[in-house]
């Protein structure tokens, strides 16, 4: 594990969020790589898409029991089952991020656990070295892997559910199903918010800086609707 000089370790530990380093495990994610390396070609694609598809249909056609259930997880017994399936998927999804980036030769330089007001909710692989890599398309996988094993899980998740009988493993099932949706929504495909989405529609339209852009557009606009047309022009980044 690298150790950490005392600046470094603080920068870690904010007010509101801490990461808290457990190593690189480049050797871990590079033999997950060559292992699998199946899983993450074509075929693992053409395998993925129908496991999405089998999971969609099973949702749909299942719906009614699907929602009858659902009032029974947002209740105060069932935080740690939302908890624990939060966390899974989190670490699934890092998971994949770090195993992507070995095969494409991009070194994982850090792996930690992320805490948000000194509770565990999630983690985080450091492969900012992606930037080297040319090809923007294998840029995009880096960034897409983590979601598409977010979204394999949950279709999973959706097909052990149905078959599941009532009990604490339906419950968790639920849950997970849930999770990975709402973070998949909410967070990891969202433009507006710098995580995996924002990377790859920066990868997909060739704009960097694609964000400090958009939060220039939006305030001149509101300039100009509040000043006329005394916004300022927009400046060049090329």
């Not at 935080?79 to 095969?103: D, M, N, P, Q, Y």
Request: include cysteine; charged fraction near 15%; glycine fraction near 10%.
């Amino acid at each position: 594990v690298r150790e950490l000089s005392p600046k470094a370790l603080r920068s870690r530990l904010g007010v509101v969020s801490q990461r808290i380093p457990l190593g690189a495990w480049n050797g871990l994610y590079a033999w997950a790589a060559r292992a699998f390396s199946w899983a993450f070609g074509p075929l693992g694609t053409v395998l993925w898409l129908a496991l999405l598809t089998a999971g969609a249909a099973t949702i749909i056609g299942s719906w009614s029991a699907f929602r009858a259930e659902l009032g029974g997880l947002f209740t105060a017994s069932s935080a740690l089952l939302f908890l624990g399936a939060w966390l899974t998927s989190k670490l699934w999804h890092e998971l994949h991020h770090g195993i992507v980036a070995r095969r494409y030769g991009v070194e994982v330089r850090e792996t930690g656990i992320l805490m948000i007001l000194f509770l565990p909710l999630g983690a985080y692989v450091d492969v900012s070295g992606v930037w080297r890599v040319r090809e923007a398309w294998l840029r995009l996988h880096i960034s897409a892997a983590g979601l598409m094993g977010e979204a394999g899980r949950g279709a999973r998740a959706i097909l052990l559910w149905a078959e599941a009988e009532p009990g604490l493993w339906r419950a968790f099932l639920q849950a997970l199903i849930v999770t990975t949706t709402l973070s998949a929504v909410l967070f990891n495909i969202n433009p507006l918010m710098r995580f995996d989405g924002y990377h790859a529609l920066v990868d997909l339209l060739g704009l960097p800086n694609l964000y400090q852009r958009g939060a220039e557009a939006a305030s001149r606009r509101v300039l100009g609707w509040t000043c006329g047309d005394a916004a300022p022009p927009p400046r060049d980044r090329r």
